[in-house]
């Protein structure tokens, strides 16, 4: 398994060589960040410039491709301007999510705000409702469920923030930390994880009905 500390040293310093203090922040979110990942788990970079251009692109590109694991390397790029006007709900878990290597994010915490958070958890669990009740009816696919039901821990982080003023970054020490409707969407999304799926319709069904029924409550509170 890759040790995901050296990548990032040298991938940081592969940025860094090629676009100096162009460079504003480098950073890891995902499962690698917070060291949940598999061997095959994706490195999700961050990688902010002082602006963003097709040929900056490119130049980031053929860093990219110089450097091991490339098939797993996706992640965020961006110019800081666009970043610092980017909509706060989604700087939300974008922020707390992302461990720096070089530079820092600490500009945007003015915009993080209850009203970014209230609409964080909002926006996700509109998003969920109608993906469930769309696969429901039409897809009837367990792939997609469970595609929803990590889309509703990453919610279920921001809401346990709100609660408690604390945001807990991995996903096991956070299932530790809730109870009722979130403790189930943790214990299935970690169930579907661990490849154990629904293996009947009506398995599907309850599972699917659990996260609808979370979902509306969180948009009409």
Known sequence: MTDITKWMEDFAEAVKAAFGERVVFIGLQGSRGRGEAGPDSDIDTVVIFDRLDMETLAAYEKVLDGLPDRKLVCGFVSGREELLCWE???LFQF???????????????????????????KTAACNIYHGCIHNVLHEKEPEILKALYKSAVFAVQTLHYRKTGVYIKKHADL???VSGEELEIMETAEAFRAGKMPSSPGDFETASWRLISWARKQIVS
Request: hydrophobic share 40%; glycine share 4%; proline share 9%.
């Open 95 to 121: 922020y707390f999510d992302t461990s720096p290597v070089f530079g820092s994010l600490d500009e945007l915490k003015p915009l993080l705000t209850e009203e970014a958070a209230a609409r964080a958890v």
């Open 175 to 177: 299932r530790d930390a």
């Open 88 to 90: 706060p709900s989604d």
